[in-house]
């Protein structure tokens, strides 16, 4: 090359990077001007809600922001810079780049940028990192470092070059906006554009638990031309379903699992009863009815809620739920241009709060049915009914619906010997029982916080009247309830808690959808799905109407099949599967299933049976029992992606029939569960039994003593505390006998170490006594 033609060169290059480097500063300077402007013209803005609490300018989350991996070897593309420059000394860039690092001016012109104190600094390291391990820089950036480093720049010429980086390995700040806008929640009643083309009439039906407010929106449904029922349950999908075929209007059942058509040929009723999750917002019927409609605020499926009520293409929309969501109802559809007709209901049949604890098993009447709220007090009050001769029937969450449907089938026979049940608060919905009086064994019940935290906590208003209402249902036997606890100090408590007003609702919930997501991924397809979620949720916008609902599950199932090869959509699907994250058995099928699938090979009936180990034999002790359970679960999750994923998951028939199979041995198990229990601890002990024993002493207790329900009057300070904290622990199942066994093993051990090392101590200091003595007679 020659020198006139390198001088050229060089001149030529100095300019462009001059040129350049104003370029991306005035780029780099007007960016955050840039996205006031095109903020201000996203149509959303237009819409403005009296209770928006939300800023446009809200700040993202930046600790989600994932750095990218850059490659850093350029020696194929040569050392131009070097070239027609000299080459740079890596201790003297080392002094530049800090120089640089410590300009305040710098970390402020990089923050109206979209670079906060945490981004700078994570965008700065791995700029350094860059500069002094690559092979051959850039030749404009290789040009101002020289400049810099030879005293003819400005320490600040670096600046561009740094958000070029910053932007390459943050590419979520070169797409900031778009992203923003795809994140906006603030008007979700505009995602739905079929049912904002009709003017939709919404009545709804309020009234407490038993009070007939769902059987007049049912009449309304049956005599409709067509209409869909949306509820919070299988069984009460399943009992719509059943009712509205004996009414003789033909229905079709859809729930995530399972697709009943009544029609022969497989062709569509008018008519579908449905889990809420499994509504279509795009099918135009005549009425639809949304039962329970104060789920809305729940943190975990409260969008499901929202979705139906603003989502449904239906002249008429019945609503069901507590009178604490009328106004947030009015208030909600006001956004819409719909107005809301209520129609109140009273209670059929009266319940009344005891004046008096049942405080013994003994003391247990036909009828009764004792609320518990974990699974080990459940087996445990039932093992000391069946040691008093008495047998109970059993219900939770856990148990497949067939099982919990021949539990309620049995204590409600009259004919049958069973006359008593043990339950977890499942029984607050989809099970129509006959009981004469609710007894609560605990007031205090896990639950998750807004942060996704678990936490110990007392009931709520709305929990307690729930279960409570169970009580005297107008269809049984029983013409007025009962309500009372099982032990004396939780009594005032749970009169204080049916004294208050249900809190009325304030927020409904909404959740991220596939496509917002897909559009999100299509910024920034390096990050993970748990990622892009976690970015979603910071960026997005919500008025103060809305909540995006919890994505911890979500999360925590992306993250596990993170490493296997799947599209985006199939990822997502897989990611909303309703799964019970606390069995490892259905985790790890979980991920099994999406191995299976990720290698395009069909999940057949011999594959799933070989998984599950089929066939398989009856319960012989708990921990089969919550085995089978496990199992069927994990066959509700091959019908549940089989509906989504039909040729990966053929089997669905052969696997429904192994299901009912399971169902009818769980039933078998759960019919002898006493004697399950039995073979699991011989010893067990449960906590009433060691109530019983101190009560014989004269102590008295509650497990709830001391337990706060934020800042409620709840607070019972100075109250008599249990009667042991052993009974406690074990009512709220932190404790099992064999723990406690255990402990008094540990605790016997100490005692006597513990005895020896003070023997051994007043031994020594006797000798050291006689010592002391025998010194003073010899002087």
């Given at each position: 090359?020659?020198?006139n033609?390198?001088?050229?060169?060089?001149?030529?290059?100095?300019?462009?990077?001059?040129?350049?480097?104003?370029?991306?500063?005035?780029?780099?300077?007007?960016?955050?001007?840039?996205?006031?402007?095109?903020?201000?013209?996203?149509?959303?803005?237009?819409?403005?809600?009296?209770?928006?609490?939300?800023?446009?300018?809200?700040?993202?989350?930046?600790?989600?922001?994932?750095?990218?991996?850059?490659?850093?070897?350029?020696?194929?593309?040569?050392?131009?810079?070097?070239?027609?420059?000299?080459?740079?000394?890596?201790?003297?860039?080392?002094?530049?780049?800090?120089?640089?690092?410590?300009?305040k001016?710098?970390?402020?012109?990089?923050?109206?940028?979209?670079?906060?104190?945490?981004?700078?600094?994570?965008?700065?390291?791995?700029?350094?990192?860059?500069?002094?391990?690559?092979?051959?820089?850039?030749?404009?950036?290789?040009?101002?470092?020289?400049?810099?480093?030879?005293?003819?720049?400005h320490?600040?010429?670096?600046?561009?070059?740094?958000?070029?980086?910053?932007k390459?390995?943050?590419?979520?700040?070169?797409?900031?906006?778009?992203?923003r806008?795809?994140?906006?929640?603030?008007?979700?009643?505009?995602?739905?554009?079929?049912?904002?083309?009709?003017?939709?009439?919404?009545?709804?039906?309020?009234?407490?638990?038993?009070?007939?407010?769902?059987?007049?929106?049912?009449?309304?449904?049956?005599?409709?031309?067509?209409?869909?029922?949306?509820?919070?349950?299988?069984l009460?999908?399943?009992?719509?379903?059943?009712?509205?075929?004996?009414?003789?209007?033909?229905?079709?059942?859809?729930?995530?699992e399972?697709?009943?058509?009544?029609?022969?040929?497989?062709?569509?009723s008018a008519?579908?009863?449905?889990?809420?999750?499994?509504?279509?917002?795009?099918?135009?019927?005549?009425?639809?009815?949304?039962?329970?409609?104060?789920?809305?605020?729940?943190?975990?499926?409260?969008?499901?809620?929202?979705?139906a009520?603003?989502?449904?293409?239906?002249?008429?929309?019945?609503?069901?739920?507590?009178?604490?969501?009328?106004?947030?109802?009015?208030?909600?559809?006001?956004?819409?241009?719909?107005?809301?007709?209520?129609?109140?209901?009273?209670?059929?049949?009266?319940?009344?709060?005891?004046?008096?604890?049942?405080?013994?098993?003994?003391?247990?009447?036909?009828?009764?049915?004792?609320?518990?709220?974990?699974?080990?007090?459940?087996?445990?009050?039932?093992?000391?009914?069946?040691?008093?001769?008495?047998?109970?029937?059993?219900?939770?969450?856990?148990?497949?619906?067939?099982?919990?449907?021949?539990?309620?089938?049995?204590?409600n026979?009259?004919?049958?010997?069973?006359?008593?049940?043990?339950?977890?608060?499942?029984?607050?919905?989809?099970?129509?029982?006959?009981?004469?009086?609710?007894?609560?064994?605990?007031?205090?019940?896990?639950?998750?916080?807004?942060?996704?935290e678990?936490?110990?906590?007392?009931?709520?208003?709305?929990?307690?009247?729930?279960?409570?209402?169970?009580?005297?249902?107008?269809?049984?036997?029983?013409?007025?309830?009962?309500?009372?606890?099982?032990?004396?100090?939780?009594?005032?408590?749970?009169?204080?808690?049916?004294?208050?007003?249900?809190?009325?609702?304030?927020?409904?919930?909404?959740?991220?959808t596939?496509?917002?997501?897909?559009?999100?991924?299509?910024?920034?397809?390096?990050?993970?799905?748990?990622?892009?979620?976690?970015?979603?949720?910071?960026?997005?916008?919500?008025?103060?109407?809305?909540?995006?609902?919890?994505?911890?599950?979500?999360?925590?199932?992306?993250?596990?099949?993170?490493?296997?090869?799947?599209?985006?959509?199939?990822?997502?699907?897989?990611?909303?599967?309703?799964?019970?994250?606390?069995?490892?058995?259905?985790?790890?099928s979980?991920?099994?299933?999406?191995?299976?699938?990720?290698?395009?090979?069909?999940?057949?009936?011999?594959?799933?049976?070989r998984?599950?180990?089929?066939?398989?034999?009856?319960?012989?002790?708990?921990?089969?029992?919550?085995?089978?359970?496990?199992?069927?679960?994990?066959?509700?999750?091959?019908?549940?992606?089989?509906?989504?994923?039909?040729?990966?998951?053929?089997?669905?028939?052969?696997?429904?029939?192994?299901?009912?199979?399971?169902?009818?041995?769980?039933?078998?198990?759960?019919?002898?569960?006493?004697?399950?229990?039995?073979?699991?601890?011989?010893?067990?002990?449960?906590?009433?039994?060691?109530?019983?024993?101190?009560?014989?002493?004269?102590?008295?207790?509650?497990?709830?003593?001391?337990?706060?329900?934020?800042?409620?009057?709840?607070?019972?300070?100075?109250?008599?505390?249990?009667?042991?904290?052993?009974?406690?622990?074990?009512?709220?199942g932190?404790?099992?006998?064999?723990?406690?066994?255990?402990?008094?093993?540990?605790?016997?051990?100490?005692?006597?170490k513990?005895?020896?090392?003070?023997?051994?101590?007043?031994?020594?200091?006797?000798n050291?006594?006689?010592k002391?003595?025998?010194?003073?007679?010899?002087?």
């Open positions: 090359m020659s020198v033609r390198c001088f050229y060169m060089f001149s030529w290059l100095r300019r462009h990077v001059n040129t350049r480097t104003a370029r991306l500063a005035s780029s780099s300077c007007h960016a955050s001007s840039r996205s006031v402007s095109l903020h201000r013209e996203h149509p959303m803005c237009a819409v403005v809600s009296s209770r928006n609490c939300s800023s446009s300018s809200k700040p993202p989350d930046t600790s989600l922001f994932v750095p990218l991996t850059l490659k850093t070897d350029r020696a194929a593309e040569g050392s131009v810079g070097a070239e027609l420059t000299q080459p740079l000394d890596k201790n003297e860039l080392l002094k530049i780049v800090n120089r640089f690092y410590k300009r001016e710098m970390q402020k012109l990089a923050a109206e940028n979209g670079l906060d104190a945490r981004l700078f600094h994570q965008a700065f390291i791995n700029f350094r990192k860059y500069i002094l391990e690559v092979t051959s820089l850039p030749a404009d950036l290789h040009i101002i470092l020289s400049d810099i480093s030879c005293g003819a720049g320490i600040d010429d670096i600046y561009p070059y740094f958000m070029r980086h910053a390459q390995i943050f590419p979520m700040l070169e797409c900031m906006d778009d992203l806008k795809i994140s906006d929640l603030r008007v979700p009643a505009n995602w739905y554009p079929e049912a904002r083309a009709i003017q939709r009439k919404v009545i709804f039906h309020a009234g407490p638990t038993n009070s007939g407010k769902t059987y007049h929106a049912i009449q309304r449904y049956l005599a409709a031309k067509s209409g869909v029922y949306c509820g919070p349950l299988k009460l999908a399943h009992e719509i379903f059943e009712k509205s075929n004996e009414a003789g209007v033909p229905c079709d059942l859809v729930t995530g399972e697709r009943t058509f009544v029609d022969s040929e497989g062709r569509m008519h579908v009863a449905c889990t809420i999750e499994m509504c279509s917002v795009t099918t135009p019927y005549e009425v639809a009815v949304i039962d329970e409609i104060q789920m809305i605020r729940d943190l975990s499926r409260g969008w499901a809620w929202t979705r009520l603003l989502g449904l293409c239906a002249e008429e929309i019945h609503v069901c739920g507590e009178p604490a969501a009328i106004e947030f109802v009015r208030e909600l559809m006001y956004t819409t241009g719909e107005e809301v007709e209520v129609h109140t209901y009273e209670r059929l049949t009266p319940f009344s709060i005891l004046n008096s604890a049942v405080e013994s098993l003994d003391k247990l009447r036909p009828g009764d049915c004792i609320v518990c709220f974990s699974k080990n007090d459940i087996y445990s009050i039932s093992r000391q009914i069946e040691a008093r001769g008495q047998e109970c029937a059993v219900i939770y969450g856990s148990l497949p619906p067939g099982t919990k449907l021949s539990q309620a089938k049995k204590f026979d009259p004919d049958d010997p069973c006359k008593i049940l043990v339950a977890t608060d499942a029984i607050g919905m989809g099970l129509n029982l006959s009981i004469k009086r609710i007894i609560f064994n605990s007031l205090v019940k896990p639950n998750v916080n807004e942060k996704g678990k936490q110990m906590e007392t009931i709520s208003t709305s929990q307690a009247l729930q279960i409570a209402g169970r009580a005297g249902r107008y269809s049984s036997k029983f013409k007025e309830g009962q309500v009372t606890t099982m032990h004396r100090d939780d009594l005032p408590i749970l009169k204080e808690i049916l004294s208050h007003k249900v809190e009325p609702i304030e927020t409904a919930g909404l959740h991220p596939a496509e917002q997501i897909e559009m999100f991924a299509y910024h920034l397809p390096d990050a993970t799905l748990s990622n892009l979620v976690d970015i979603f949720v910071s960026l997005s916008q919500v008025d103060g109407l809305y909540f995006v609902c919890n994505i911890d599950d979500f999360k925590f199932l992306a993250d596990m099949i993170q490493h296997i090869p799947l599209n985006l959509r199939s990822r997502y699907v897989f990611c909303t599967a309703p799964i019970n994250k606390k069995q490892p058995f259905v985790c790890t979980f991920l099994k299933f999406a191995r299976q699938f990720s290698r395009d090979e069909p999940l057949t009936f011999d594959w799933v049976c998984h599950i180990n089929w066939p398989l034999a009856p319960p012989k002790n708990i921990k089969d029992l919550v085995h089978l359970e496990a199992v069927h679960d994990v066959l509700d999750l091959y019908l549940w992606l089989s509906y989504r994923f039909m040729e990966m998951f053929p089997d669905t028939a052969l696997v429904r029939e192994i299901q009912q199979e399971l169902d009818t041995t769980i039933q078998e198990g759960v019919r002898n569960i006493t004697r399950l229990i039995r073979a699991t601890n011989p010893a067990i002990t449960g906590p009433l039994q060691m109530q019983k024993n101190s009560d014989q002493t004269g102590a008295t207790g509650s497990p709830s003593s001391g337990v706060r329900r934020g800042p409620s009057t709840l607070r019972r300070s100075g109250q008599a505390v249990d009667s042991s904290l052993t009974s406690r622990l074990v009512r709220d932190l404790l099992t006998s064999e723990m406690l066994q255990q402990l008094e093993r540990e605790w016997s051990k100490g005692q006597k513990e005895s020896t090392n003070q023997s051994e101590l007043n031994l020594k200091m006797n050291n006594g006689n002391d003595s025998k010194r003073k007679k010899r002087k």
